[in-house]
């Protein structure tokens, strides 16, 4: 879950904490940016990818983004991911560790695989609910909301506290 909140927040988001961002273009800023991203990663993912690699994780992340938030067409579109990179489980590695993309997928396919795959999970065991967009204005970061009763509206302290300051604003001008 943690790879595909960073790479669609880093990859397909326009604007985040108030501010307009610019999606890096094309192949060595987007390698950068992948590489950058996953670094940050407690555990991350095997492999590096290459400029041509991160333009494929764009498109990946442009069309995972409206199935945080639960867009209409949000189901679809992962079922359609799935099947496009043969989501299938197996066991790889030494030890062995569960994974569900092809033996022998590229970096791009397996990690688009195991993304969508996290995804349906968290879907189909009924907490869709918890992939959530920020609610802030002028912020369209993604996350995966962990409360105890998953009412987390903001992605952080700084999209909240800008939300509660001009709350508190508009409740003084009223």
């Known amino acids: 879950m943690e790879l595909a909140v960073l790479l669609v927040n880093v990859l397909a988001v326009g604007e985040a904490h108030g501010r307009d961002l610019e999606p890096p273009a094309g192949g060595a800023a987007r390698r950068a940016a ?10 991350p993912p095997a492999g590096a990818p290459t400029a041509a690699d991160a333009d494929h994780l764009a498109a990946v992340a442009a069309e995972l983004r409206p199935v945080f938030g639960g867009g209409p067409d949000s189901v679809a579109s992962l079922n359609a991911l799935l099947v496009r990179y043969a989501a299938v489980a197996h066991l790889s590695g030494e030890p062995p560790m569960l994974a569900f993309h092809q033996p022998g997928a590229s970096l791009v396919d397996a990690w688009a695989a195991d993304i969508g795959t996290a995804l349906a999970m968290v879907i189909g065991v009924g907490q869709g609910v918890r992939l959530r967009s920020c609610e802030a204005e002028g912020c369209s970061l993604v996350f995966f909301d962990v409360t105890r009763n998953a009412s987390r509206r903001f992605c952080g302290l700084s999209c909240q506290n800008r939300a509660k300051a001009s709350a508190y604003r508009a409740r003084r001008r009223a």
């Open 34 to 43: 992948v590489l950058d991203a996953t670094a940050r990663l407690e555990r």
